[in-house]
């Protein structure tokens, strides 16, 4: 199966791109853990699914345990994971807390670049076979022998078009599903005196959240930072991408004695 691509419009008239064509990628479906460890079991594999789940269990607990202890981790020919911090500056070395100013931590992967499997954009390039979505629909309508209804949308987007970035999902009869990945909302909970939250979506999307309970919309709070809470509160947040939006994820903060090593928590 080749790459999958979908040509659309910039619609935003506030850039330099408008009224250009771009390409994006599209999936067609989302892979769970478990999918991919029953497809290793059937992979020519003499191992059952069953253990490929356990070693891949223990792979990601062990990988997450080097990196919290300050290792990059290597991951096959594939790349290498590290972590990275988000700080706020201050004038003075001196004046720099460790606690206060950093902001968050992030997961990071920088695919490999070795001459034995090198995963550069231009590398992946050579290596991959393209096809147009608007041709996978068309063949797949003559395939079925129907012409599709007049006036829909083939790939499902909305009319008003967006940006060429990010991806969606295809269906099992040709038609492409728009599919936003909703957020994931990061935390210690509970906390003592204060957290920091930190919400993080696909790529190219703006990610909107509310803190009151109320369920986010497109005119909600732009987040752009970290966001510190001093009691309990339920976040809320999606992520809108060519016009889209995802699921709301959601998760609450409870201030009260945290557990020694604090719980990083995620959306529900």
């Known amino acids: 199966m080749p790459v999958l691509v979908k040509v659309s419009q910039n619609k935003n008239d506030k850039t330099a791109a408008f009224g250009k064509w771009y390409g994006r990628v599209v999936s067609t479906k989302t892979m769970s853990y478990q999918e991919l460890c029953k497809h290793m079991s ?30 990059k981790v290597q991951f096959g020919e594939l790349g290498t994971f590290y972590l990275s911090v988000k700080s706020t500056g201050t004038l003075k070395e001196s004046d720099f807390n460790l606690g206060a100013n950093i902001q968050g931590l992030y997961l990071c992967f920088a695919p490999s670049r070795t001459d034995v499997n090198n995963l550069s954009s231009k590398m992946l390039k050579k290596k991959a076979a393209f096809m147009n979505v608007k041709d996978l629909v068309e063949s797949n309508k003559k395939s079925s022998g129907t012409n599709g209804t007049s006036g829909s949308s083939e790939t499902g987007g909305d009319s008003n078009g967006g940006s060429n970035s990010g991806t969606s999902e295809t269906g099992g009869n040709g038609s492409v599903t728009p599919s936003v990945a909703k957020p994931s909302i990061l935390g210690t909970s509970p906390f003592e005196e204060t957290t920091q939250v930190s919400i993080s979506g696909p790529a190219g999307a703006e990610i909107r959240y509310t803190v009151d309970g109320s369920d986010p919309s497109a005119q909600s709070t732009l987040y752009s930072e970290p966001i510190s809470l001093t009691d309990t509160t339920t976040v809320k947040a999606i992520a809108i991408k060519d016009g889209q939006s995802s699921q709301v994820a959601s998760r609450q903060f409870t201030k009260g004695t945290a557990p020694e090593g604090g719980d990083p928590g995620d959306v529900n």
């Open 42 to 71: 059937e992979h020519n594999s003499v191992y059952g699914e069953d253990v490929c789940l356990g070693v891949a269990n223990k792979l990601q607990n062990c990988m997450l345990e080097q990196l919290l202890e300050g290792k």
